[in-house]
């Protein structure tokens, strides 16, 4: 589950490789980590942002990326602590919040996961942090955390975006609560009443998205 990570820190990586420097530095060791991190090579990376951790603690980008290699390698345990000091480096950003909640889950501390996201989504308050505390939910298999989550933020969206409606309608389909799937559905082609992938997935469970099938979201004002 590695993402592409710190699209600021991509540039790093070119001109690391292009430069003519000698000598086997923080910055450098940080940049060839990225480049293999980016390619799947996680041992590599491993080893790369392991020295320059080691010659700049405080580095965030090496620190982050030190974390997503060793997950990518299977030792989320390890990654843990190096994720934990990225986001007390930088609180706010939120790869290193994702990555956090990931070994947090990879390693099997479920709770751990949950206390953090819903702590970080109820206190900011944001629809971002309750999509993510529910997509982490889902992926722990605690549906109930998730349907919370996600009508938490239906409605501090106050039904403006789809992903919220999406996000419902597809959990509510994969717990077999075809009728709530539908219904949210309905509001999500309210929102997006173009979509076409949409169209299909009601299609898809027997219905016709016809003029009059959308619905608008309930958490609208």
């Known amino acids: 589950m590695i993402r592409p990570v710190f699209a600021v820190a991509a540039l790093v990586v070119v001109a690391a490789f292009l430069s003519g420097c000698a000598g086997r530095t923080p910055e450098r060791a ?73 070994a947090m889950l990879e390693s099997g501390d479920k709770n751990a996961m949950s206390k953090f996201l819903n702590g970080l989504a109820s206190r900011q308050q944001r629809v971002e942090d309750w999509m993510r505390y529910g997509r982490f939910s889902r992926a722990a298999g605690d549906m109930d955390e998730a349907r919370r989550a996600f009508l938490t ?3 501090l969206d106050k039904g403006m975006t789809v992903e919220p409606q ?45 003029p009059t099938f959308a619905m608008r979201p309930e958490e609208a004002e």
């Open 30 to 102: 940080e940049a060839s980590g990225l480049h293999y991190l980016k390619v799947g090579q996680y041992e590599r990376a491993v080893s790369d942002f392991e020295y320059a951790v080691d010659k700049e603690p405080g580095r965030f980008y090496s620190r982050l990326g030190l974390g997503e290699a060793l997950i990518g390698a299977g030792r989320p345990d390890a990654a843990r602590s190096h994720l934990e000091v990225a986001y007390t480096l930088r609180p706010n950003d939120s790869e290193a919040v994702e990555a956090l909640a990931r």
């Open 153 to 155: 933020a239906a409605k």
């Open 166 to 210: 999406v996000a419902l309608a597809d959990l509510y389909e994969e717990v077999g609560d075809r009728e709530n799937a539908l219904r949210r559905l309905r509001m999500a082609l309210f929102l997006a009443p173009e979509s076409d992938e949409l169209k299909a997935r009601v299609r898809a469970m027997g219905e016709t998205p016809g």
